[in-house]
């Protein structure tokens, strides 16, 4: 593509369409997803959690398809993390919807990159172009002159090798998560036919043929007892297997620096954000001392599904987990799964309450039932499901690299500063 010869802005390159508001009566209902304010990422990017359909009449201007580019030009919030924050229909949301609070981006120039702008539009200096020019004091807005005046440099030959580069970076996180959703569906249903449905046991009653490794099939029981469990399998709590809350820092252990997990951060097994902190910033939340293999629980609001895995060290959590540790790394995989079935989230939001912030003590998620067996099916479980439960977090693990990889790039988008050579080094080890 030829060089841009000279400076543009955004009003010279997008026009905008403002969605509008819908019935709340009809969400959930078949039609396109709702694109809000809750599936663009704190700083741009799409969040792929909680998507929700809308069954309404939408019209054909404010409806979205894969690729198409959407931003928030409002935020309900004082930090302006969503203000002019940008987001790009990723390609499993095949039809979604404008709401009052995003607008959609109608370039006009067909022939021009939409990929360009999209990452522009995620740059250090863009977010604080948006903030330095937020109206307002309890809801934060940016005006469409002002987000038309941002400028767009010329794509140089140096920038479209950036992009390229962001792109690939993009479509690699992108795969690990989809990886990550397939891993993690294989070994909570393994789980569900272990430990729920007891599908060895059951097979074995019915006379079907072994669907398991002999060394596996020989650890299941041929029948079920009076109370539906295999032979010699006992009922009991998930205290058997994990302790809740082991660690806190306290005013003489707190180290002079943080790594935060709040619940907003962590979704539906994933630590998706941290914050860094000196000790004198840290939110007063800031007190679990969470170690690999631990289990956090989000007691607030518990079907948001603020729940994950801690797969690495170094990190504090919020007081508002329970943050359940294994008794012995044989059973990791198992507390982690039991604590955070469906069944139980659904479980915890039904006895959650407080009124504007429904909540259950800690000691409720470890008041989880679960089925005690012996030491040699648990072991065995481990080293079935263990190597998925590696493989998500090696990816994920990646996918913390991509994302460093493409924070280091992105300012230099904007001032071309950067050698094609040097952009190439910097993402060689992550891809």
């Given amino acids: ?45 799409f969040k792929s959690t909680g998507l929700k359909s809308y ?17 928030s030009l409002k935020d309900v919030t004082q930090s302006g993390d969503l203000l002019g924050a940008v987001a790009r229909v990723p390609d499993e949301v095949p039809l979604g919807r404008l709401t009052q609070d995003t607008v959609k981006l109608t370039f006009r120039d067909r022939s021009f990159p939409k990929a360009y702008i999209y990452w522009l539009l995620r740059t250090p200096d863009y977010r604080a172009y948006c903030r330095a020019h937020a109206t307002g004091t309890t809801n934060l807005g940016l005006s469409r002159d002002d987000f038309f005046a941002f400028p767009v440099p010329p794509l140089s030959t140096v920038r ?10 993009e479509k690699k ?12 569906a294989m070994a909570r249903a393994l789980f569900k036919d272990w430990f729920v449905d007891f599908g060895p046991t059951r097979a074995k009653m019915e006379g079907r043929a072994p669907y398991l490794a002999s060394d596996l099939w020989a650890l299941f029981p041929d029948r079920l007892d009076d109370d539906g469990k295999p032979e010699g399998w ?3 709590r998930l ?16 180290p002079p620096e943080i790594e935060y997990v709040d619940l907003a951060g962590t979704k ?24 690999e293999s631990d289990t956090v629980v989000g007691t607030v609001r518990p079907g948001n599904g603020s729940y994950a895995y801690v797969s690495r060290a170094g990190l504090t959590g919020s007081t508002g987990f329970a943050v359940l540790r294994p008794r012995d790394t044989k059973v990791r995989e198992f507390v982690y799964l039991a604590a955070t079935a469906a069944e139980n989230i659904e479980r915890l939001s039904h006895l959650a309450d407080g009124g504007a912030y429904p909540a259950v003590r800690p000691d409720v998620v470890l008041d989880t039932d679960v089925v005690l067996c012996g030491e040699d099916t648990l072991a065995a479980f481990n080293r079935t499901v263990g190597a998925l439960i590696a493989a998500i977090y090696h990816n994920d693990s990646q996918s913390i690299s991509l994302a ?12 071309g500063e950067i050698r094609v050579r040097d952009a190439e080094k910097m993402v060689e080890p992550a891809l």
Avoid: H
């Fill in 1 to 45: 593509m030829p060089e841009q010869a000279e400076q543009r802005c955004l009003g010279d390159c997008v026009s905008l369409q403002r969605g509008n508001t819908y019935k709340s009566t009809l969400l959930g209902l078949p039609g396109p997803i709702l694109l809000g304010l809750g599936t663009i990422a704190r700083d741009g990017g």
């Fill in 55 to 71: 069954g309404g009449d939408s019209e054909e201007k404010i409806l979205l398809r894969p690729g198409d580019i959407f931003v």
């Fill in 160 to 169: 479209k090798c950036i992009l390229d580069v962001l792109e690939a970076i």
């Fill in 173 to 184: 996180i992108d795969l690990n998560r989809r990886m990550n959703e397939t891993l993690e």
């Fill in 234 to 236: 006992a009922s009991g």
């Fill in 239 to 254: 205290d058997a297997y994990a302790v809740l809350n082991p660690e806190s820092w306290s005013k003489t252990t707190y």
């Fill in 268 to 291: 539906r097994g994933f630590i998706q954000q941290t914050d860094r902190y000196e000790s004198a910033q840290a939110p007063s939340r800031a007190q679990r001392i969470l170690r």
């Fill in 404 to 415: 460093a990889t493409r924070d280091l790039l992105l300012p230099k988008l904007m001032s």
